[in-house]
């Protein structure tokens, strides 16, 4: 069982940056994929990017591609996501996934869900 918290959103102008981290409970934390994902109002929610267990491989979705990045500290069972050059279009709910198999980009392969965090990013 694992258990994530999201931290970290907010409200940001255009061009800003901000960082989100999940933090995860549990000491297998390091076994697993992680993901974040994010939904906006009335619209699916769509895959942002991937880290594996070992941060080893990253995948990213075209749309944040070159201005997020993934990262993951397996000593402080923390997930992170540094957001820069942020666009209106990235205002969204965004939530932390963990996914006991491998890294993966669709939201239903993945086991265990955060509650979100919201990021706003004015124009």
């Known amino acids: 069982q694992v258990q994530l918290v999201e931290s970290g959103g907010g409200l940001v102008q255009a061009g800003g940056s901000l960082r989100l981290s999940c933090a995860a409970s549990g000491r297998t934390f390091s076994s697993y994929a992680m993901g974040w994902f994010r939904q906006a109002p009335g619209k699916e929610r769509e895959f942002v990017a991937a880290i594996s267990w070992s941060g080893g491989s990253t995948y990213y979705a075209d749309s944040v591609k070159g201005r997020f990045t993934i990262s993951r500290d397996n000593a402080k069972n923390t997930v992170y996501l540094q957001m820069n050059s942020l666009k209106p279009e990235d205002t969204a709910v965004y939530y932390c996934?963990?996914?006991?198999?491998?890294?993966?980009?669709?939201?239903?392969?993945?086991?265990?869900w955060g509650q979100g965090t919201q990021v706003t990013v004015s124009s």
């Open positions: 996934a963990a996914d006991g198999t491998s890294i993966a980009t669709m939201w239903y392969e993945y086991d265990y």
